[in-house]
């Protein structure tokens, strides 16, 4: 099943990958590709793009808006250049990103046609640690949240007609014109003014007031007319309204919150501890130490929320939880816990693991794509999907899931024939159920109902205790 649609293709690859990998140890080359997709493939999700594949070291991937995947490339290159700056030359990760747009085919794990081909044309021609794009996304793009400069025009291998091609010039301040504003050569500027730090233009009110909540720039009465204008007219009221109701927040929670048992004291000063060195600000460490303290206080009532199977109240107190200690993504249970509320309080789980996507969440999401016919199932596997980790969803439930939603009976017998190949019992009642019953099911799958039937057969064979 594919279709056709207008996406902008970005290519990326490491530059250098083949020379490294034959002069240092597999594990190394493990380590590095590790931290390449740790650190670029949540950037890809957060501007919008969808992961296609990866091809090695390269990475496809398509976004719809033109703006977005520039904006991303320049995230790219910013994010690396803050990780390189800590790293010795010959562990460094550096890369050239090249995007084109058009019209392309979109299968379910591929994108094929002349824009993705002349995208992969010119990011062989992209210098390390540049930008090339081409003169369709020029065209299409906002030039006033993008600076360029004209690369020149280029004869591509296979394609017919030359193409002009456009680069984003490093330390430019965006303007309506393709040039901008040099930002001189100070020392410690990344390329592109931090980019990876900033909120995405299409992530609306909710990014632009996480945005300045990082910057620690909201307080009661620590709102800049330079902050107002960043939010729309609408949501002005919220300084004032917000210290209003999380002061009424903190008296309720105050007077309702239960006493924590000795262990969980414990727990909580163990974890909240901070060492103040001679001459520092004790303020400031205390009141770290008492955000702390409360996010394990919401943790514990999320915990408690959860084992008594009230998910909704279990996933409001672990968001709670993360907004105060944002390293508590990195808890296990946490992580199981949280993608475990996908099937009773998807709406509320969802946006918090597209937020804190971290290793532990993302090993959770896919051991739940194994558990085939829950209602979470399907959830994890979107997720992982949005994240760039298509390769850790269950292949069964994969197989199963392509089985159910193929139209031809080629497709069918592909699906079929993946799930056989399996031989694992939770791919039977899907086997199964693609039979159908009656007259009318017999006719109309008679192309794949012989596959079906061996399959069934064999995967019986191999588990007695699943047949029947």
């Known amino acids: 099943m594919s279709r056709t649609e207008n996406l902008t293709v970005m290519f990326t690859d490491i530059v250098g990958f083949t020379a490294r990998t034959s002069r240092q140890s597999r594990a190394a080359t493990d380590t590095l590709l590790r931290d390449h997709d740790r650190l670029l493939l949540p950037l890809i999700s957060r501007f919008g793009g969808r992961r296609i594949k990866s091809i090695g070291d390269a990475l496809l991937v398509t976004f719809r808006s033109p703006t977005d995947a520039v904006r991303c490339a320049m995230a790219m290159q910013d994010i690396l250049a803050e990780h390189n700056a800590k790293l010795s030359e010959d562990t460094q990760i550096h890369i050239r990103v090249a ?38 996304v020029y065209l299409a793009m906002n030039k ?110 105050l007077h309702t919150r239960t006493e924590t048992t000795a262990s969980e004291l414990q727990q909580s000063v163990a974890s909240t501890a901070v060492r103040v060195e001679p001459g520092s600000d004790r303020d400031g460490h205390d009141a770290i130490a008492a955000r702390r303290s409360r996010a394990l206080a919401k943790l514990q009532e999320g915990h408690r929320a959860f084992e008594q199977d009230q998910r909704r109240a279990a996933t409001e107190a672990y968001g709670q939880a993360l907004a105060l200690m944002p390293e508590l993504r990195d808890d296990a249970l946490l992580a199981r816990r949280l993608v475990a509320c996908l099937s009773w309080a998807s709406e509320l789980a969802t946006p918090l693991i597209r937020t804190h996507a971290s290793a532990p969440i993302i090993t959770a999401l896919s051991e739940r794509t194994g558990e085939l016919g829950t209602r979470g199932a ?90 029947g």
């Open 144 to 253: 006033a949240e993008v600076p360029s400069a004209v690369v020149g025009v280029q004869q591509l291998r296979g394609i017919p007609e030359p193409v002009k091609l456009f680069s984003v010039p490093p330390r430019k301040i965006s303007r309506l014109v393709p040039g901008g504003e040099d930002l001189g050569q100070l020392p410690g500027e990344l390329p592109f003014g931090g980019m990876h730090h900033r909120a995405t233009p299409t992530a609306g009110m909710t990014a632009r007031l996480a945005a300045l909540w990082t910057q620690r720039r909201i307080g009661f009465l620590r709102w800049s007319k330079r902050d107002m204008t960043a939010i729309p007219p609408p949501a002005r009221l919220i300084p004032l309204t917000g210290a209003l109701v999380m002061t009424l927040g903190l008296a309720i929670w």
């Open 378 to 467: 399907i959830r994890a596997a979107e997720l992982l999907e949005e994240l760039g980790q298509s390769q850790r969803i269950d292949p069964v439930l994969t197989g199963t899931r392509d089985l159910s939603t193929a139209v031809s009976c080629e497709d069918k017998q592909k699906a079929i024939q993946q799930l056989r190949a399996l031989g694992d019992p939770r791919a039977l009642p899907a086997l199964r159920e693609s039979m159908g019953s009656g007259i009318k099911a017999w006719f109309g799958n008679s192309c794949f109902r012989g596959d079906a039937k061996t399959a069934i057969k064999e995967i019986e064979r191999r588990h007695p205790g699943a047949a």
């Open 99 to 136: 995007l084109n747009v058009g019209e392309v085919r979109v299968d379910r794990r591929d994108v094929l046609g002349e824009a993705v081909n002349v995208a992969s044309r010119v990011e062989h021609l992209t210098p390390p640690d540049q930008i090339y794009f081409t003169e369709a």
